[in-house]
């Protein structure tokens, strides 16, 4: 068997993962929000703000579909998140249910965009600021304050 290529399924992938097509001539190269800036709006910040960071990654990749589809589903699924949170006895601690919810929410934006944005920073493409990921937590933070006065519990 020495000199024979093995087939191993658990091997990572081979080929040149860091290089993603060129944008075309002209076209306006938008930054990303990495990942890890996904995780950290929705960890510092709220859900809202992670959906709304991952809105904006899919249309930065130019996939308008699925970015409206991310938008739809993910507010829904933020504010029966934030619904359901309201309705857990005070005895629940809110911190731990938070922290699992922001690595599931961190979990499916890696596996979904991760490989493509790493390909498109890899190739050049800029990457959204800290500061940037910042202003969005204060913005979902007001988001969860103003439906929070809405609903009469503020």
């Not at 190269?29 to 800036?37: G, H, S, W």
């Not at 929705?42 to 990654?57: E, H, I, S």
Request: with cysteine; glycine share 12%; net charge positive.
């Amino acid at each position: 068997m020495t000199g024979a290529p093995i087939d191993n399924p658990y091997a990572g992938p081979t080929d040149q993962l860091q290089h993603a097509s060129p944008a075309a001539e002209g076209a306006r190269v938008r930054a990303l929000f990495t990942p890890r800036q996904l995780l950290a709006c929705t960890l510092v910040g709220t859900l809202f703000a992670g959906v709304f960071a991952l809105w904006l990654n899919y249309r930065a990749l130019g996939q308008t579909g699925r970015a409206r589809r991310a938008l739809a589903l993910g507010l829904l699924a933020a504010a029966a998140w934030f619904a359901v949170r309201l309705s857990l006895p005070r005895r629940i601690p809110g911190g731990l249910f938070e922290f699992v919810q922001d690595l599931q929410f961190y979990g499916f934006c890696n596996a979904v965009q991760g490989p493509e944005v790493f390909r498109r920073l890899g190739a050049g493409t800029p990457k959204i600021s800290n500061a940037s990921v910042f202003a969005l937590c204060i913005g979902g933070w007001l988001l969860v304050g103003i439906a929070a006065a809405v609903a009469g519990l503020l």
